[in-house]
């Protein structure tokens, strides 16, 4: 694969290792040794109409000076091909090993980082994910039969992702509690060194939501990686709610399974 000129420049003879984990339609690379003697991040992506680096890496840009990201060294979009080139946070994501052998540390970590994250004023963010955008797309998704609900046979994805959204249609809360959201708050996106949060990352469905839709995210990643109820009740409490809203909790995981 022919890179563009200058993301060669950036990379010049680093020692690159493909990275495995995540869900996203990107190929991403771990780099050794970038042009400015650091390790830095490449995503890859044959972008279509429904996955893009261009939000990730605006969000990244906007959050400079404002909460602990990676920084963005280079970005292109060629037609065929987009190229993100990021810096590497130090320290190892939530879900890692160490971070289970305490989970109650980590849930409080998580907790706190989730109320810095949600502190951010919004007044000037550009970038809108409340429910009338993120149904729009939902429903755009279904037509075009991209959607993927958890556990669907190939055979069957249409018509369960069919019913999904008429039921996040139909359940729509009639209320928005509106924060600054991470989009996808599960462990594997949080990223801790030394004991304490140390950066956010794969932030391209960041943006103004209801803070639910980072709870509820929040809540069924502590589940599974956990596999305790007793850690999202837990979570909760530290963040600071008394009683979560379980229709908002099931509403947001379900309309995550159109994404």
């Not at 404002?66 to 939530?94: K, N, W």
């Not at 980590?106 to 149904?135: E, K, N």
Request: proline share 6%; with cysteine; charged share 30%.
């Amino acid at each position: 694969m022919e890179l563009p000129k200058e993301l060669a420049e950036w990379v010049g003879s680093g020692e690159w290792k493909k990275e495995t984990i995540g869900y996203s339609g990107a190929e991403t690379y771990r780099i050794r040794n970038l042009a400015n003697h650091r390790n830095g991040y490449l995503k890859i992506l044959a972008p279509t109409p429904f996955s893009s680096l261009q939000p990730e890496k605006d969000v990244m840009e906007w959050l400079k000076g404002r909460l602990p990201a990676p920084e963005v060294y280079y970005y292109a979009d060629t037609g065929r091909l987009q190229f993100l080139l990021m810096s590497e946070i130090p320290g190892r994501h939530a879900a890692d090993g160490r971070y289970m052998e305490d989970p109650v540390k980590t849930v409080y970590l998580l907790a706190g980082a989730l109320q810095m994250l949600h502190s951010l004023d919004i007044r000037a963010c550009p970038f809108d994910r409340r429910l009338d955008c993120r149904l729009r797309e939902a429903e755009r998704r279904v037509v075009e039969g991209i959607s993927c609900p958890a556990g669907a046979k190939p055979e069957d994805r249409l018509r369960k992702a069919e019913i999904i959204l008429k039921e996040v249609k139909r359940r729509r809360p009639k209320e928005e509690e509106l924060v600054f959201t991470h989009g996808d708050y599960c462990l594997p996106n949080i990223l801790i060194h030394c004991g304490k949060l140390s950066g956010f990352i794969d932030l391209g469905r960041a943006g103004v939501a209801d803070r639910y839709q980072d709870l509820a995210l929040a809540s069924r990643s502590l589940l599974y990686n956990l596999g305790d109820k007793k850690y999202p009740e837990l979570f909760f409490d530290a963040y600071g709610v008394d009683r979560p809203d379980r229709e908002k909790i099931e509403y947001y995981c379900l309309l995550d399974d159109l994404f």
